[in-house]
């Protein structure tokens, strides 16, 4: 799988991590570019289920980044995000989704290097994993009309 | 209709003329019995079948089917329509009436659904007479029968050494006679033998004219009785041989979709929840209204034929514990 | 109707939208004009003021919608309040967006029936679509088969009201008297005031040759009809238009039916008398 | 348990508490229980209570919100009660608890063949069926739920009435050996595992509609804006169903098992709800239903909560399966 470039899609906070990842672009700190960040209010506004509908419309790995515990703008957001994430995630791995499918952090609006840091770390991680074959909707018949209708 | 008798041993060699035909079998997976594409090598010596835990119903009307793939912003449809030919053994005789119940609803009610046509066309449906009445089971008291044809293309009867085989379809009746030592044209099916078919006395269920109870209608408190236990799951309509009503999705992806039906339920509060909000069947109570008037009154006023098979899978599977046989008798009760 | 056995039902036919106009002001209600694509399409589909069709955004759905277009006009008319998924599909489309319809569907209001009475069409919000079409209709070419016509069409606000082009030329018209009305005074506003049912019962109509047709909201429906029966006209002279949830339109999906009836095959058009007999669920 | 405590004393509460209706069962032509709305005291002859029993009763109460509703409740159906109270789905002054003892319930599925025949007694560790006039003795430990196998508390937590009676021991055990023994599998074969049980469901939603904590009035399932997933049964789809279900009852489910009995296709349900349970439990030392006033484990935080976030702090004995 070398020239597999997963599909990435980031939920990151508004007021730290979505920053912390502005400035990362700002400081021209590299990282790949396989990840698509949508903004969320906060990281205690992300449902699981956004998490599940991503993959299963064909996302390879999911992030989900908001301030660290203590920092949120709306005083305890990410305090809940953390339960419920946490909680979540350890039912995707008694499922038995491979764990890079899904990744929780913590980013600052000053963390720029973190953030560069973590989406390499991550899309490595999410390489190394494959992409998500086991996760996704039922789709080949579409695809297949997709060609033929061209 | 033609009765044909054949030699065990000849019917399963019969059974080989239907090569370009998928056979398929009620098959135990786990907990539960399925149809199942077979080998003819793989079929039971003595042709015995469990019932199959979801109706029949599938076969036909599957629970999840493409009606036609579309482009989303240019005119171009493609209809997605099933050539599979297939021969289906084992079902029950109340199977096959369930079968006859969709068969009205999709083809002789016009417009003609051309989905169901097709797999009607392409599907040989040989059903065997019951050799045990199952759990729950009630045909017996519908007056329906565990030797009746129903809507089977044929149904096989046990006679010991010989394979009795009712047909009334052309093709099946063609490729069987040249290994039967037997057959004749019969008009009706009572002349036939059908070798040992399972008696009892069956449970006395009043059933009443579809007028009678139409007149019901407005009965509240009969209703709300009777759906007070209800969850308003659709375990019952679902595994109902004869519950066909449906929902049409779209699926897309990028710039194509499909447009896909579904099985729906009238047990379902969304069912037939309006846009504005507005909702005609607001309660359980409307909804069971309308699940026991359809089979018993509208489905025998549209197309003739009582809505229940009396398979009993309704009464197995309810969480509330509902049995549709004491439902029939409360309603009974309320007879003006 | 399907006139061919071998015709996919489900199949919609491709079309395109012509010209969309938001019709109220609160924009939550737009008017599209649709044609057919196809030259063959167009022949075959003829219709009568009553039926409705299936819209199709390929991608969101299908919903249905009575025509309010008269059966000559060259262009399909339809006008779809914002509501749900489909609907707010529907008003994102523009002129040159392709969509598929299915039909023409039901029934319709049946002039033959009533040749030589008086007409008393009543309606009320966005449900005046189909009729909208009968009175065009019942104007261009029985006008000279029928006696009086009246109109009681009746709104929130005036701007809510629609067709207003349409509702001028008939007030022009001789042969119709328009009563139109809104639920309270507006600065400006010379027409009724009052709730569809109470001018209803301030019409003066002949109960005994007069045919009512009724289309709107349940509960407007629901008032309308006692006072018209306490006018002495018969259950047998009404006819209303009723609206359900429906998926196939067909009589297949099994959603939309009052009792034994479907109303997407055996309505929408019912006479009072024969709704009696069934279910209240509507 | 006497039948004549149990007639008495619901009748009892019915009048001292001025009830309109009360929740219990009563036998159905199969001698197994099926519940029953009772709305006068006399009726209350049929009243029934044995391990025949299958859906928790506590799932009717938010149908009840205006009206004064007495229910039969073992240990399960008690904590279910103390959750609604908690969520704000019904007062307590509004439901009159008639605490039963509770030996545990017969998985119906359990018995395969013996399905369908008439259940005649049960004695003290066995119950008696009934088929084609044969009879047979079965041992009732055998035939219970998977839920009652692994359940801790099986009398009544809290109760206005009580009926007298041996209750099954409290234990855990089985769910948590099955937990167990999934967990040994790689995660490539408990994913297929669990996407076998998947593909069996039908989505006719009798599991959501037979547990007391899936009232919401819609359902993620089957919201059209947005659309999470197909209502077609695909075996993602279905994956998806069932995985958020569990997790909307994290924390929150007691284990009663009624969803597990309702399925007709028999999924394994318990499983995911009983792993979702004891995760919350070795995170937050919480278990659902046990205390009136508590908030549900996934409604509030502390700040010491652990946290396994990259760039937390704590990233050692991060709990994983595998």
Known sequence: MEDFEPKIIAFLCNWCSYAGADLAGVSRFQYPPNVRIIRVPCSGRVNPLFVLKALYEGADGVLVSGCHPGDCHYQSGNYYARRRLEVFNNLLNFLGLNPARFKMAWISASEGAQFAQLVREYVQEVKDAGPNLEFVREKADLVRFLNEAR | MLFLKLKRENFFQALGEFSEYALYVPRREGERVLLKETSLQDLPENLYFERTTGSAKEILFPQEETLFYFKRYEPLERPKLEDRKKLVLGLRPCDAHGIQVLEDNFLNLEPVDVYFKRRRENTLLVTIACSQFEDNCFCDSLGLGPDRLNGADAIIYDLREAVGVLSRSAILSEKLKGYAFQFQEVENEDQVEKGEVPRRDPEQLPILSPEEYLALISEDKLWEKISSPCLGCASCTYLCPTCYCFDLQDVTYGPVGKRVRTYDSCMFGLYTLEASGHNPRPTLKERWRQRFLHKFSYIPFLEGILGCTGCGRCIEVCPAGIDLREVIKDVAKFKR | MWQSSNANPYLPLPARVERVRFESEDRSLKTLWISLLNEKDRENFRFRPGQFIELSVPGKGESPFGIASSPHEELLKITVNKTGTVTKAIHQLDQGDFVGIRGPLGNYYPIEDVLGANLFIISGGFAFTTLASFTEYVLQDWSDKVKEIDLVYGARTPGMLLYKDLLEQWRENPRIKVHLTVDREFPGWTGLVGFVPDIVARVDVDPVNTYCFICGPPIMIKLTIPKLLEKGISKEKIYTSLERRMKCGIGKCGRCNIGPKYVCRDGPIFKVSELEKLPQEY | ?322
């Open chain 4, 1 to 322: 348990m006497r039948q004549d405590d149990l007639f008495l004393t619901c009748q009892k509460a019915f009048q001292e508490r001025g009830l309109d209706l009360l929740l219990g069962y009563e036998k159905s032509s199969s001698g197994f229980l099926r519940p029953a709305v009772f709305t006068a005291p006399e009726s209350l002859e049929r009243i029934s209570w044995d391990p025949s029993a299958s859906l928790n009763l506590a799932t009717y109460l938010p149908r009840f919100k205006s009206k004064k509703v007495g229910i039969l409740a073992p240990g399960c159906v008690s904590r279910s009660i103390i959750i609604l109270i908690n969520e704000g789905q019904i007062n307590r002054e509004q439901v009159t608890i008639i605490g039963v003892p509770c030996r545990g319930l017969i998985e119906k599925r359990k018995l395969g063949d013996l399905e369908g025949v008439r259940l005649v007694e049960f004695r003290d560790v066995s119950f008696v069926l009934e088929k084609e006039n044969q009879r047979r003795e079965l041992n009732l430990e055998d035939y219970l739920s998977e839920s009652c196998l692994s359940c801790a508390y099986p009398a009544p937590v809290i109760y206005d009435y009580l009926i007298q009676g041996p209750s099954r021991e409290g234990s855990k055990g089985f769910l948590e050996k099955r937990i167990k023994d999934l967990t040994r599998l790689s995660p490539e074969e408990r994913l297929l595992y669990f996407k076998r049980e998947a593909e069996k469901c039908i989505r006719c939603y009798a599991c959501r509609q037979a547990c007391p904590m899936c009232y919401c009035e819609s359902c993620f399932v089957e919201s059209s804006e947005p659309r999470w997933l197909q209502a077609a049964p695909e075996p993602v789809d279905n994956l998806i169903w069932l995985l958020t279900r569990v997790y909307h009852l994290a924390g929150r489910c007691v284990q009663c098992g009624s969803c597990s009995r309702a399925c007709p296709e028999g999924v394994d349900l318990m499983s995911l709800l009983a792993w979702a349970n004891q995760s919350v439990f070795e995170l937050f030392q919480y278990q659902p239903g046990l205390k009136i006033g508590e908030k549900p484990a996934l409604g509030e935080y502390r700040l010491e909560d652990p946290d396994f976030f990259w760039g937390g702090g704590q990233t050692e004995g991060k709990k994983c399966c595998s």
